[in-house]
């Protein structure tokens, strides 16, 4: 089983549709989660933090779900510069203590259509 | 703040050349990575480092070097290149907090053909 698993769509939406991504992860110890945002041949960039309280952020909400080890991206009224790929973000420190192992999910395309 | 600058952006190799991805960053970031992408795919760890003078192996190592003389920079060294290490290579830098809850921060990317 992969560390983060992602359904790497597409997921085709209309303008103003909403569109919900999760994500999952096996390690029970994982302590920081986030989302990033990728444009085509572009570097990946942070979208945001994923809190256990959950958060928001204008119209994107991220959720964490610590006992059934996900997270999720709710993107309401979708806007066509919302295409991207997704990325599930998942840290946590090794067992020896002195390193900040990062996994990346493969990610969920987006596409947002007129 | 430039944040984390790479260099080149492009280039094409022959097999069997070598070349060297500069790396640097202006945060002050102990954690620095590098992260190969090939198309359609996810972003795999290379080498990564945790402070200057210290490095060690991600997931795909093989036939990539790296050094950390200073905490700004992280150069990827690539010997003997071949077609398989067509790719985009992205570097990245992070702070960790004492709860390790600290995001990547990337540079623009080296778009490398070895043809």
């Known amino acids: ?22 994500c999952t992860y096996s ?13 085509c041949r572009k570097e990946p960039k942070l979208l945001m933090s ?3 309280s959950g958060n928001e952020d204008g119209r994107f909400t991220a959720q964490l779900n610590r006992a059934s080890q996900y997270i999720s991206l709710l ?3 979708s806007k066509l510069s919302d295409s991207a790929t997704y990325l599930c973000v998942v840290n946590k420190r090794t067992d020896s203590g002195g390193y900040q192992k990062v ?5 969920t395309k987006l596409q947002v259509i007129p | 703040n430039a944040g984390v600058t790479q260099t080149p952006k492009f280039r094409i190799l022959k097999i069997g050349q070598s070349m060297t991805l500069q790396c640097t960053q202006d945060m002050n970031h102990n954690y620095m990575y590098w992260y190969r992408q090939d198309p359609g795919m996810g972003l795999k760890l290379i080498y990564y480092s945790v402070g200057a003078g210290i490095t060690d192996k991600g997931e795909v ?3 990539y070097n790296v050094s950390r003389s200073t905490t700004e ?3 990827l060294r690539l010997e003997l290149a071949a077609p398989s290490q067509t790719s985009v290579y992205f570097c990245a830098s992070s702070a960790p907090d004492r709860r390790y809850n ?3 921060h990337f540079g623009n990317g080296t778009r490398l053909t070895v043809t």
């Open chain 1, 1 to 22: 089983r992969k560390e983060v698993e992602q359904d790497p769509g597409p997921f085709n939406v209309p303008e103003g549709a909403t569109v919900a991504f999760n």
């Open chain 1, 27 to 39: 390690n029970s110890a994982s302590q920081s989660f986030f989302w990033y945002r990728q444009d």
């Open chain 1, 50 to 52: 994923v809190y256990s």
């Open chain 1, 75 to 77: 993107i309401r009224d």
């Open chain 1, 103 to 107: 996994t990346f999910g493969i990610g």
């Open chain 2, 61 to 63: 190592p093989n036939g």
């Open chain 2, 73 to 75: 920079d992280f150069p």
């Open chain 2, 102 to 104: 600290s995001p990547l």
